[in-house]
């Protein structure tokens, strides 16, 4: 069943399109990460012009952590003095990020760029994750080891991070940090969700946990808020100046993962947590190969064309 | 196809009115089975059906343009082991799509000058087109673009497309692919005889986007900003509505 898409300007099989968003929802909901890294590479691979891959990967985003983050704003899971310094920093960096796209796609680079970025960070998230779960599953059944004392570089960053000024506390995650650490945590992800179509959760939730050392619990409620409300501006700016949103794209996928990521969290009870971190491992790491051939392989035709809307 | 041969027939029973008043002038009859085509989402091509009547025999040539749109053509290039996107050149007030069907070959139907003054020829897409300076290394860019408007389905030269009956009824179809431009397209027949163009005429065919498709196009296009708060909201209330649906049922 092919439907026209009218920003993309090109026919796509409505059905694929859901499977990939059930795909990811299922992802998602196996393993509680985003997947908005695994929408835009595979938007891509099937002929959608990157820049409306990211863009309409942003706006996915929205609906899909619209739900979870209502639920963890209720159960009181959110910091808001934390998620609003967040969101500055992510507003300025996804606006820096659009202004960006635009330049970069008018000097025909932007394909180069998505590519690399993926490349390189799915590669590494894949990879690590790989090593990670293999390591938890050879280790099953072992007493879980004490956590480690931040060394080396760890303690000189704690000192580091406690030296800057501007420090403030954050009752709600049980800290005491200078602003400029969120801030700029904020804009990173920001430039991200702009160049990428990604949500960012995966590089926020970890830098909260392991180096903030947040509860877990307020972690994903303020990652979720902080995400949800910064794929918001990005995807509004990415229509307003790139004109990339597709309208049709988003909303497919959006129902799509909806209903993936249902089943997948019903389907997450009932595995053993470690094995599907391993297969979501083995994805990640082969949408990062599969990308890296793209542009490895001599190509047909050199040239490419695309109609320029005016 | 019932159809063509009604038509067929039809144009037989007035051709011969035509031979009687065609002693003096060359008259030609030309008919499209549709003067519109709306593309819906799920447009995948059409096949639009053109006839026509001559009143003496000769040979019929079509020229289908579409308007002229801008373009952007890529090039890649390998740098180290990657093939990256190097270089960018953007061409416009080229037809977005052109057609030439004929009964022949057009070198044999028409000598050199006259196909030129009818712009009967592919390569004469690019002759009103405007450019930046190409880049360095696209000195080829004008073969890429021929190349990829062929392989797209767009620049077409059908050399025995178009099919006579009886000397004075001619049928040939258009067959447009799923990804062609908007707009009013011109059909122009040419009657040719003797190394001449002796007939003219020009019909129009409307390629429009409809309804919801092209309302949601215009809008993203037109009031982008708009377009853009008012789906972001959207995305965010069908994500809550989806979230309290389906939690809704698997509680059950």
Known sequence: ?310 | MPLLRLLALCLAVLAPAFAHAADEADSLVTELATDHVDITTHFTGEKILVFGAISRPGDIVIKVQSPTETVAIKRKVQIGPFWLANGKIKVSHAPGLLYLLSTAPLDTLLPADERERHGLSLADALKGAKTDTPPKGMGDWQAAFMRIKGDEGHYVEGQHAIRMDSKRLFFTSINLPAKIPLGVYHLQFYLVRDGHVVAQQTRKLNVQQVRIERWMSNTAHETPWGFGIVYTLGAMILGLVLGVVLRRDSDD
């Open chain 1, 1 to 310: 069943m092919e439907i026209f898409l009218p920003i993309a300007h090109m026919d796509v099989n409505i059905l694929l399109i859901i499977g990939f968003g059930a795909v990811v929802g299922l992802l998602s909901g196996l393993v509680g990460v985003g997947g908005g890294f695994l929408i835009t590479p595979l938007l891509i691979f099937i002929g959608v012009p990157p820049l409306v891959a990211v863009a309409t990967g942003a706006a996915q985003i929205v609906g899909t952590s619209a739900s979870g983050s209502y639920a963890h704003w209720r159960l009181g899971n959110v910091d808001l003095k934390m998620g609003i310094i967040l969101l500055l920093g992510s507003w300025t960096g996804g606006a820096a990020g659009v202004f960006l796209a635009r330049a970069l796609q008018q000097s025909g680079q932007f394909g180069n760029m998505v590519t690399f970025l993926y490349v390189v960070l799915l590669g590494f998230i894949g990879v690590s994750m790989l090593l990670e779960s293999v390591k938890a599953i050879r280790s099953a059944g072992a007493p879980p080891r004490p956590a480690k004392q931040p060394k080396g570089i760890g303690a000189l960053l704690g000192r580091l991070t406690a030296s800057l000024p501007g420090q403030m506390d954050f009752p709600i995650s049980q800290l005491r940090l200078s602003f400029i650490i969120p801030l700029a945590l904020g804009i990173m992800v920001g430039v991200l969700t702009s160049l990428m179509g990604v949500g960012g959760g995966f590089i926020m939730v970890p830098i909260m946990i392991y180096m903030l050392r947040m509860p877990t619990k307020v972690v994903v409620g303020t990652s979720l808020f902080q995400l949800l409300f910064t794929t918001a501006v990005v995807a509004t700016m990415q229509a307003g100046i790139n004109r990339a949103v597709d309208p049709f794209l988003a909303t497919v996928l959006i129902l799509g993962s909806a209903v993936g990521t249902q089943w997948g969290t019903r389907l997450g009870a009932r595995l053993p947590a470690e094995k599907l971190r391993l297969v979501l491992a083995l994805v990640v790491v082969a949408v990062a190969i599969k990308m890296l051939t793209g542009i490895l392989i001599t190509p047909g035709e050199t040239y490419s064309m695309s109609v320029v809307v005016q």
